[in-house]
C-alpha cells in the first residue's frame, strides 16, 4: 500500500523515482544502514526520507484521529542536520508527504534555537521524527530517562555527513549513535553528501567498525559549468589579493545580468569588503542585496535567507554559512572570489545554483591572484574527472570521550566494562586501550591526579549499584550547559547603543579599537562608543577609513587534490611553450605572458620533480621552493627546514609562505646551501627521522600545545563558561586553561589530555601526516635548481608576503612599485 501511495505523490509534482532512489528503498526496507553520494539538488533527501515513510510509517489504527500529535507514534526517526539553520528547511522537506504517506506522524525540531515553550511540550512527548543536531542530541542523552525516551528510534539519518566526518563533532555524534544502538540494536543508520572522496571510509566511520552497510552513488547525469571571470590586465609579478576588488566592476556586470546571484567568499572579512564595494558602486542595490555570515545575527541571516529563497534579493555575499544544504531555488549564478582551494568545497557551492535534478550547475571563479587563473583550470579538470578530497574521521580524542562519560553518567549511568565495550564499536575509538579508559574514568571521577582535592572535579561516582552516575545537581547543570565540542574564540555582542543587535565579532579584534574608531560590520561602516558588559556598543559612521574585523581561521590551505592538479596543468604549459603551441583555454590565455616568462627567467614547476630558485638580493641570500603542498604544509616544512639549517651553525632566517611554496631568506649568504651542495643536504633537510621532535622543536611547541588546551579544557569540562547571562570573557577563559595546562604540566606530567593537545598541535598546526607524505615525495624527485638573476613570477609573491610583516602599507607600496618598473623594463626589453 504505502509503494502505490509513495509513487503517487511523486507523480502528482510530475516526478518519477530515479533508479538509485529505488536502491535506497529496498535497502532501507531490508532494514540496512548505509551512505548515499549524490550531486547536490539530485534528491537525496527523499530518497532516504520516502525509504523511512515506506519501511517505517505503516498505517494509522483505524478510527484514530491521524492529525493528534497526542496520538502519533513515539519518537522514530532522528534526522541530524551539522547546522541548526537548516532544520526549518528540513522540517519543511519532511512535512511535505506526510499527509499523503503518514498522517499519523509528528514532526518538529529540537536546536540551539529552539524556543522554551516548545522544549516543554517535548519533554512531555517527543514527536514521531525530530531534526536536530549532534550537540542537541547529546544533550538529549544526558536525560536521566534517556533510554525510554530514545529506546524507540529506528533509524538516524545524518546530512552533510562530509561536514561533521572530519570534526570532533563527528566524533561526538560517533558516540551518540553508539549509545543508541546499545539501546536499539537493530537501529538504521543512513548519511547523506554530494561531497565526499573516501566513501567507504566515510560509510564505515558512520556505520561503525566491521558492521554492513550499503554504499549508493547516484549516477545523474548532471551539467557542472566552471568558468572564470577574467580580468582586463594579468599581472606577470602577482601577489596575493592584488586583483581583488579590481574586479568589482566586473562581478556588478555579471549580478547586473542574472536574476539571483551569490558571490562567495573564503573568509568572513573579505564578506564584509565585498558586500561594502558592491553598495559603494550600485547604491540603488541597497535592500536587493545582502551579506551573510555566520558572525551575523540570527535574525540577520534568517531575513536573508527568506530573501534569497523569494527571489527578492538580487544578490548575497556569503562564507561558508550558505554552503551547506538549503534549497535557494532562485539562485541562477554562483560567483566565487578568490580560489575556493579544495574540490569539495568549489562542488558545494557550485551546488547552490541548478539546485534541482537536471538542471545544470555553474560557478564562475573571481581571481584575486594571476596565478588562481591557473587553479581554475585546474578545479575544472579536477570537477570533471571526479577528483574530490578524501575527509578522515579523528580518533582518540579524550576530551570528547570524557564529556560523553559525565553525559551518560547523567543520562541513567553506566556499568564501566559495558560502556568500554559500546565506545570501542565506534571508529574514533576502536583503538582505546583499557589504560587509556581507566584514565578517562578517574579524570572525570576525580580530576586525575592533580585536581583529587577539588570537588567541582568529582563528576561521576561509583554507585553501590555498580553504575557510575552524577549526583551533584550544580555539576550535572553545568555539564549540560557546556555539551558540545564547538569552541570559538571569545566573542562579544555588536549592538547599537539603543537599537537592534547585529551579531558578534572576536574580543580581541575590538580590545584594539578605542571610542571613535571605525569598523565594518554587517556591511555598516560603525563607529565603537564604548564597550559596556560584554556588548559592543556602536553607533552608524560614515566617511572614516574603517578596520574589518578579523576573526580566526581565515586562510584555508589548498587541497592535495587542487595541487596536483594545478602541477598538471603548468606541465602542459611548459610542453607547449617548448613547442611554442598556445593554449585553448581562455583562462591560460589570459595568464600565457606570466607562465612564459617564468620558463624563460626559470622553470615551471611540474609533476615528478621539484622547483627550487637562488637569489642574493639587498636583503640576502633567498632560497624558494616549490612542492605545491598547501600554505599549512610549507609553513612546517620551511620552519622545519630553517630549525635543521639553523643546527648547522649560528643563524637567523626570515621565512613567507603560500599554496604553492616557501621561501628561506639569510642575511647572512653562507648560512643557506649553494647550488653544488643542495644535493648533499637533501636528506638532512628531508630525513624523517626525529621528526616529531623537530617539529616541535622548530616552533614554539609549548605554546602552541597550550593554545590547543584551550579547547580541549572547555571540551572535557575542566573550564566552564559560565550560566545564561554571565559568560566569562575570552581572556578570563584562557587564564584557566592556561593555569591547568601549568598544573597538569608541573604536577601530572603524564596527563593525556596534555599529549592529546601535542597530537593535535602536529596534525592540525603541521599537518604532520601530509607533511610525512610530501617529505617522502621530495626526497624521491629530482630537484631542478635555478639561479634567477632578478625575481621571478614564482618567488615575487613570496617576497611580497614577507615584506607585508615588516614594512607598513605605504612603504610597501613605495618599495612594489620601485621593483615592479625595474622587472617590467627587464622583461619588456627581452631578457
Avoid at 532501507?28 to 544502514?33: F, H, N, R
Avoid at 582586463?232 to 542574472?258: N, Q, T, Y
Avoid at 574585523?549 to 584555508?556: D, E, F, Y
Amino acid at each position: 500500500m504505502i509503494e502505490a501511495q509513495r509513487l503517487d505523490w511523486l507523480a502528482q509534482r510530475n516526478w518519477r523515482p530515479f533508479d538509485f532512489q529505488q536502491q535506497v528503498w529496498a535497502a532501507m526496507a531490508q532494514g540496512d544502514s548505509g551512505l548515499l553520494h549524490a550531486t547536490t539538488g539530485s534528491g537525496k533527501t527523499y530518497a532516504v526520507w520516502l525509504g523511512a515513510l515506506g519501511a517505517l510509517a505503516g498505517e494509522p489504527e483505524a478510527g484514530k484521529p491521524t492529525r493528534s500529535a497526542a496520538k502519533a507514534p513515539p519518537l522514530t526517526v532522528l534526522w541530524v542536520t551539522p547546522m541548526r539553520a537548516l532544520a526549518a528547511d528540513t522540517l519543511a522537506a519532511l512535512q511535505a508527504p506526510l499527509p499523503e504517506l503518514a498522517p499519523h506522524w509528528s514532526l518538529a525540531a529540537r536546536t540551539g534555537d529552539t524556543t522554551s515553550s516548545e522544549r516543554a511540550r517535548q519533554r512531555d512527548r517527543l514527536p514521531t521524527v525530530l531534526v536536530t543536531t549532534p550537540e542537541s542530541l547529546t544533550l538529549m542523552l544526558t536525560h536521566d530517562q534517556a533510554a525510554q525516551r530514545l529506546g524507540g528510534v529506528r533509524l538516524v539519518v545524518v546530512d552533510e555527513w562530509h561536514e561533521l566526518l572530519g570534526s570532533k563533532r563527528g566524533v561526538q555524534l560517533q558516540l551518540a549513535l553508539a549509545r543508541l544502538r546499545h539501546w536499539v540494536p537493530g537501529l538504521q543508520t543512513w548519511g547523506l553528501s554530494a561531497t565526499l572522496g573516501d566513501l567507504a571510509h566515510a560509510r564505515d566511520v558512520l556505520v561503525g567498525p566491521g558492521r554492513p552497510g550499503a554504499l549508493i552513488e547516484a549516477r545523474l547525469p548532471k551539467e557542472r559549468v566552471v568558468d572564470t571571470l577574467l580580468p582586463d590586465a594579468v599581472e606577470r609579478f602577482p601577489w596575493a589579493g592584488h586583483l581583488g576588488l579590481v574586479m568589482r566592476d566586473a562581478v556588478v556586470r555579471e549580478i547586473e545580468a542574472s536574476s539571483t546571484t551569490l558571490v562567495f567568499t573564503n573568509t568572513r572579512a573579505q564578506a564584509e569588503l565585498w558586500y561594502h564595494a558592491l553598495l559603494e558602486a550600485r547604491p540603488d542595490w541597497s535592500g536587493l542585496i545582502a551579506l551573510h555570515h555566520g558572525s551575523l545575527d540570527k535574525d540577520v541571516r534568517t531575513w536573508v535567507e527568506a530573501g534569497l529563497k523569494s527571489g527578492q534579493l538580487k544578490a548575497v555575499v556569503a562564507t561558508s554559512s550558505l554552503d551547506l544544504g538549503v534549497d535557494f531555488s532562485p539562485v541562477e549564478r554562483v560567483l566565487q572570489v578568490g580560489s575556493a582551494k579544495g574540490v569539495a568545497r568549489l562542488l558545494q557551492r557550485a551546488g547552490r545554483s541548478g539546485h534541482a535534478p537536471g538542471q545544470p550547475s555553474r560557478l564562475t571563479l573571481v581571481p584575486t591572484h594571476s596565478l588562481e587563473l591557473v587553479e581554475a583550470v585546474a578545479a575544472r579538470r579536477a570537477v570533471a574527472a571526479g577528483q574530490v578530497e578524501a575527509v578522515r574521521s579523528p580518533e582518540l580524542a579524550l576530551d570528547v570521550l570524557v564529556q560523553h562519560v559525565v553525559s551518560v553518567a547523567l543520562g541513567g549511568g553506566f556499568e564501566a566494562t559495558e560502556l568500554l565495550q559500546e565506545v570501542r564499536e565506534t571508529h574514533a575509538y576502536a583503538k582505546l586501550s583499557q589504560a587509556q579508559w581507566d584514565w578517562v574514568l578517574d579524570f572525570a571521577g576525580r580530576g586525575g591526579e592533580a585536581l583529587r582535592a577539588y570537588p567541582d572535579y568529582r563528576r561521576i561516582q561509583l554507585g553501590d549499584d555498580g553504575r557510575y552516575h552524577l549526583p551533584d545537581p550544580t555539576l550535572a547543570r553545568r555539564h549540560r550547559l557546556s555539551v558540545g565540542t564547538i569552541v570559538s574564540e571569545g566573542s562579544i555582542r555588536v549592538a547599537f547603543v539603543r537599537g537592534a543587535v547585529l551579531g558578534h565579532v572576536e574580543e580581541d579584534f575590538v580590545a584594539r579599537l578605542r571610542k571613535g574608531d571605525c569598523f565594518l560590520f554587517g556591511g555598516r561602516l560603525l563607529e565603537l562608543v564604548r564597550v559596556h558588559e560584554m556588548t559592543a556598543q556602536v553607533k552608524l559612521a560614515s566617511g572614516r577609513r574603517a578596520a574589518v574585523p578579523r576573526w580566526h581561521g581565515g586562510k584555508m590551505p589548498l587541497s592535495s587534490r587542487l595541487a596536483d592538479a594545478m602541477l598538471q596543468v603548468l606541465d602542459e604549459a611548459a610542453q607547449g611553450l617548448e613547442a611554442n603551441a598556445a593554449p585553448s583555454e581562455p583562462e591560460l590565455q589570459a595568464v600565457w605572458p606570466l607562465l612564459s616568462l617564468q620558463h624563460r627567467w626559470s622553470a615551471l614547476p611540474r609533476p615528478g620533480q621539484l622547483l627550487v630558485e637562488r637569489l642574493h638580493s639587498r636583503d640576502g641570500a633567498h632560497l624558494f621552493v616549490y612542492p605545491f603542498a598547501g600554505r599549512q604544509v610549507h609553513l612546517s616544512l620551511a620552519t622545519l627546514w630553517a630549525w635543521r639549517l639553523a643546527r648547522q651553525g649560528p643563524a637567523t632566517f626570515s621565512i613567507s609562505v603560500n599554496d604553492y611554496g616557501f621561501e628561506l631568506l639569510a642575511a647572512d649568504p653562507d648560512a643557506l646551501p649553494a647550488a653544488d651542495e643542495l644535493a648533499a643536504w637533501r636528506e638532512a633537510l628531508l630525513s624523517e627521522h626525529d621528526l616529531i621532535d623537530d617539529a616541535r622543536a622548530s616552533i614554539n611547541a609549548t605554546e602552541l600545545a597550550q593554545r590547543r588546551f584551550r579547547e580541549i579544557a572547555r571540551i572535557s569540562g575542566l573550564v566552564f563558561t559560565g550560566y545564561p547571562g554571565e559568560q566569562r570573557s575570552a581572556r578570563q577563559l584562557q587564564a584557566s586553561s592556561g593555569l591547568f595546562f601549568e598544573v597538569f604540566r608541573q604536577h601530572d606530567p603524564d596527563n593525556l589530555l596534555l599529549q592529546q593537545a601535542q597530537r593535535e598541535v602536529l596534525r592540525q598546526e603541521f599537518d604532520i601526516d601530509r607533511l610525512a607524505d610530501v617529505m617522502r615525495r621530495l626526497r624521491e624527485q629530482p630537484w631542478r635548481v635555478r639561479e634567477l638573476a632578478r625575481f621571478s613570477p614564482l618567488s615575487f609573491p613570496l617576497m611580497v608576503e614577507r615584506l607585508r610583516e615588516s614594512l607598513s602599507t605605504e612603504k610597501l607600496q613605495t618599495r612594489l612599485e620601485r621593483l615592479l618598473r625595474e622587472l617590467h623594463g627587464v622583461a619588456d626589453s627581452g631578457a
